[in-house]
């Protein structure tokens, strides 16, 4: 089994790594950071949610900083505030025993501008960024992305998804200085193709790990037979069962989300909410409960939980099996992060089981009936 070290890392970066217990590397760091610590090149990186990939590129963007140029050098673009959150949070703490101090700044809309504005001002060597807020710094002249030389697109399926696409355009008009792009994605949609067309090298290296799973190998999937006034109660029992488990629970709607949890509160589970409406404070202190583990269940919207990177949850629980595909994919991705195992279990109501057999195809999965 392979070390950071032997991936070719510093021992600064190896000393951090130990004291998040991050030993060994997962499969993609191991196939990408090599690549892009030895060479300048355009990357393209296909794994699954919850396979490392902030650390594959993470650490070899950190690698690229040179304390002798001014202005920011990498810029990451991430589909939610609370993924751009984690990767901030991620790449401090890669760098705590480095010689030389790396600046990261995170930003990010639902916080106020120009408080961001004032953070710029400062040292920044790399920005963490979602593309709506990012767009309307460079176009208020607050930040400068002309010189830079490393640009990541992370969760490239999720971001053009939510419709980010025209906005990622215009970044990337603005970045005029001969880069290297590195794109991440857990699916490969007509949309990511097509920036990859128009935005990378055609000599790219494309790394795509697990590439007959687009659901990670760790977890395992699960359909319980219910109908729609017994989905309460059979939820109960779920969580029930798994007093000392973490998970989270996915709703199609806002009005969903929020009446769920108040039921579920008031059956005296450890509950909070995520969802669209929630103002950006709200948000951050529900998911500072979570992480803290103050709060042992989620309940969240797709777009809501998107990014979340919380360790150790167990399961996912589908109050309903998502519309698309790619949702049933970044929802599962919540748990079995890590190499850890984890189950993802969908209520079906009559008349839904053609859905079941659906995602089992398309997805290459299965799915085994569980009773409670």
Known sequence: MKTFSDLGLSKGYIKALKELNIIHPTEIQEAVIPQLLGTKTDLIGLAQTGTGKTAAFGLPILNTISQNREGVQGLIIAPTRELVQQIKKQLFKFTKYLDEKIFVEGVYGGEKIEKQI????RTTHI?????GRLLDLIEREAVDISNVSTLILDEADEMLSMGFEEDISKIL?????????????ATMPDEVKKIIHNYMSVDAI???????????KNISHHYINTHIEDKLYVIEKILNKRQKERGVIFCKTKAGTRTLTSQLQNKGFSVGALEGDMQQKERDK???????EKLQFLVSTDVSARGIDVNNLTFVLHHQLPDFLNYYTHRSGRTARAGKTGQSIALI??????KVIDTQNKLGITFKEMKV
Do not use: C
């Open 127 to 131: 920005i963490v960024a979602t593309p």
């Open 349 to 354: 109501i009559p008349g839904e089981k053609q």
């Open 286 to 292: 529900v998911m500072r409960a979570f992480r803290n």
């Open 173 to 185: 008009a603005y970045n005029t200085h001969k880069r290297n792009t590195w794109l991440f994605s």
């Open 206 to 216: 494309k790394i795509e790990i697990d590439k007959n799973a687009q659901v990670n």
């Open 118 to 121: 004032k953070s710029l001002r």
